[in-house]
């Protein structure tokens, strides 16, 4: 099917959570071209959406812009105020509107990539192509080895079921949580305490929930790339724009065709 789920369309862009996405469904506060928005609705990339009378459009207007920014720890990756934290937005305060492209939470840091294209926050969102993330992992208790093999391997999780894929959504059963396995990964060992992790899909807080699993605690989390997207010696809070090959390189492997 075309088009993106509304709870994750509006969670993608940075509005809320898939989950408080769901609550304004069901209260009747979002629109999709004039009319009542339903659970479950797909997004194409021609619709406006309205919160509370408030447009957001899928087809963003405006010159393009993609930056890639270090977040820094105690920033949240959502455009309300409804956490008492700093939100991503706020902090960066660019000169137009723009999104954050999925989300890494509150207590890591890292790169995050931010824009005011649709279509680049739907195809990069998307877990179902499978594009990579790379992390650095400390954890508070020593690594080893049966532990990075089973990170490696898969392991067995529990997520809100708002944050599942749609198979396992759709076998709830009005569950509020299910069980899920992840999907195998590259995992490196650093030193006695850190690891390198790369992924290929983004389930809710996902590596810490592998580690606490697997009876270990994450004590700093850090994304290092977003695919050809590397933080490098970008400084904590501030951002950079991604520009020419880079983002050619970018848009070939979420399969955007260059302009001619």
Request: net charge positive; glycine share 10%; proline share 4%.
């Given at each position: ?47 406006t959406i309205r919160i509370d009378g408030r447009q957001v459009t899928a087809d963003l207007k405006g010159e393009p812009v993609l930056l890639a920014f270090h977040k820094p ?93 749609e198979k396992d959504r759709s076998n709830a059963g009005g569950r509020e949580y299910v069980n899920v396995v992840t999907r195998p990964c590259r995992v490196r060992r650093l030193d006695d305490y850190s690891f390198d992790i790369i992924l290929t899909q ?59």
């Amino acid at each position: 099917m075309e088009g993106i789920r509304i709870n994750k369309y509006l969670s993608g862009m940075g509005i809320c959570s898939r989950r408080e996405a769901d609550r304004l469904l069901a209260e009747g506060r979002v629109r999709v071209n004039g009319k009542p928005a339903v659970p479950g609705q797909r997004i194409m990339d021609e619709d406006t959406i309205r919160i509370d009378g408030r447009q957001v459009t899928a087809d963003l207007k405006g010159e393009p812009v993609l930056l890639a920014f270090h977040k820094p720890r105690g920033i949240v990756c959502s455009t309300t105020s409804n956490d008492r934290a700093t939100n991503i937005i706020e902090y960066i305060n660019y000169p137009s509107r723009i999104y954050p492209v999925g989300r890494l939470d509150k207590d890591s840091e890292g790169v995050i990539l931010l824009t005011n294209r649709g279509e680049l926050v739907n195809l990069i969102n998307k877990g179902r192509y499978g594009h990579e993330k790379e992390y650095i992992v400390t954890c508070r208790k020593k690594l080893t080895d049966s532990f990075l093999l089973n990170m490696q391997d898969g392991v067995e999780i529990t997520i809100p079921v708002i944050d599942a894929g749609e198979k396992d959504r759709s076998n709830a059963g009005g569950r509020e949580y299910v069980n899920v396995v992840t999907r195998p990964c590259r995992v490196r060992r650093l030193d006695d305490y850190s690891f390198d992790i790369i992924l290929t899909q983004g389930l809710n807080r996902q590596i810490r929930r592998m580690c606490d699993a697997l009876g270990n605690y994450v004590e700093r989390l850090k994304r290092i790339r977003v695919m050809n997207i590397e933080l490098g010696d970008l400084p904590e809070g501030k951002y950079r724009e991604v520009t020419g090959e880079e983002l050619k390189t970018l848009e070939k492997l979420i399969g955007i065709e260059p302009q001619a």
